[in-house]
C-alpha cells in the first residue's frame, strides 16, 4: 500500500489551510466590528437580498438553519438585523436589515482590500482561482445528489 501523499500535495489541506490563513487574516478587521466570521456572511447573504428567511439563508451558505438560527439572533442582539415571522406562513422566520446592518457594508468593504493586498495575487489571479474553487464545490455537491 502506498505511503498518502504529505498533507501539503493533498488539494483539502491546501483549501482548508487557505480558508484558515483568510480567517486569521479577517479576524482583526472583524473583532473592530464587533462580528464574527459567520455572522459577516450571515450580514453578507442578506446585502445580495434582504428579507431572507432563516432557512434561505442557511441554503445560500450551505449551512443548517440550527447553525444560522443562533447567528441571527447574535445580529438581533447587536442592532444589525431584525427577524419577524412571515404573515403568509407562521414557520418562517424573515431577516431583515437595521439602518445599521445596512451601513456597517461600507466598514466590511475593507476585508477584500486587505485579502487581495496580502495575498500578493493580483485581481484577475484571485478570481480565476475563486472560479476554480466554486467549479470544485459545484461538482462535489452535484455528485452528492
Known amino acids: 500500500m502506498p505511503a498518502p501523499l504529505p498533507l501539503d500535495q493533498q488539494l483539502c489541506f491546501s483549501l482548508y489551510s487557505a480558508s484558515m490563513a483568510i480567517g486569521r487574516t479577517y479576524k482583526p478587521l472583524?473583532?473592530?466590528?464587533?462580528l464574527t466570521y459567520p455572522q459577516y456572511l450571515?450580514?453578507?447573504?442578506?446585502?445580495?437580498?434582504d428579507g431572507r428567511t432563516v432557512g434561505a439563508i442557511?441554503?445560500?451558505l450551505s449551512l443548517e438553519?440550527?447553525?444560522?438560527t443562533p447567528l441571527v439572533k447574535r445580529l438581533e442582539a447587536g442592532g444589525l438585523v431584525q427577524r419577524a415571522r412571515n404573515p403568509q406562513d407562521e414557520r418562517q422566520v424573515q431577516v431583515r436589515l437595521t439602518d445599521r446592518g445596512r451601513t456597517i457594508r461600507?466598514?466590511?468593504?475593507?476585508l477584500g482590500e486587505t485579502l487581495l493586498k496580502r495575498s500578493?495575487?493580483?485581481p484577475a489571479d484571485l478570481g480565476a482561482l475563486n472560479d476554480q474553487v466554486?467549479?470544485?464545490?459545484?461538482?462535489?455537491?452535484?455528485a452528492q445528489r
Open 58 to 60: 442557511a441554503d445560500r
Open 65 to 68: 438553519s440550527s447553525t444560522v
Open 120 to 122: 500578493g495575487m493580483s
Open 134 to 142: 466554486r467549479a470544485l464545490r459545484t461538482a462535489l455537491a452535484a
Open 106 to 110: 461600507d466598514e466590511c468593504s475593507c
Open 42 to 49: 450571515v450580514l453578507h447573504a442578506l446585502w445580495e437580498e
Open 30 to 34: 472583524l473583532d473592530r466590528l464587533g
